[in-house]
Nanobody, 115 residues
Framework: QVQLVESGGGLVQPGGALRLSCVAS????????MAWYRQAPGKQRELVAH????????NYADSVKGRFTISRDNNKNTLYLQMNSLKPEDTAVYYC????????WGQGTQVTVSS
């Protein structure tokens, strides 16, 4: 069973930036389309962005398009999410998983955007 460990969250002011990381155990990471999800209090978990196994194609939710960038390093079994121009509505716990949510969820990393 693959384990996922997210990190990089924190408290940031509106307009600020954060870079999230997700390390997956096991070499099968490179075979999968990977994704970032987020869950705000009282809301369902939603898809934020996803990336093909080779990293050549990415897709984003409309709410983050132009502000967030998903990337990966298959040599390090690591998925990244660069978040710029953060808004209060980006506040949530952020998780990584396969695009089909196939692996056990990690603990997530809290992102809070507030002045």
């Amino acid at each position: 069973q693959v384990q996922l460990v997210e990190s990089g969250g924190g408290l940031v002011q509106p307009g600020g930036a954060l870079r999230l990381s997700c390390v997956a155990s096991g070499s099968i990471f490179k075979r999968y389309r990977m994704a970032w999800y987020r869950q705000a209090p009282g809301k369902q978990r939603e898809l934020v962005a996803h990336i093909t196994p080779t990293g050549d194609t990415t897709n984003y939710a409309d709410s983050v398009k132009g502000r967030f960038t998903i990337s990966r390093d298959n040599n390090k079994n690591t998925l990244y999410l660069q978040m710029n121009s953060l808004k209060p509505e980006d506040t949530a716990v952020y998780y990584c998983n396969t695009y089909g949510r196939m692996w056990r969820w990690g603990q997530g990393t809290q992102v809070t955007v507030s002045s």
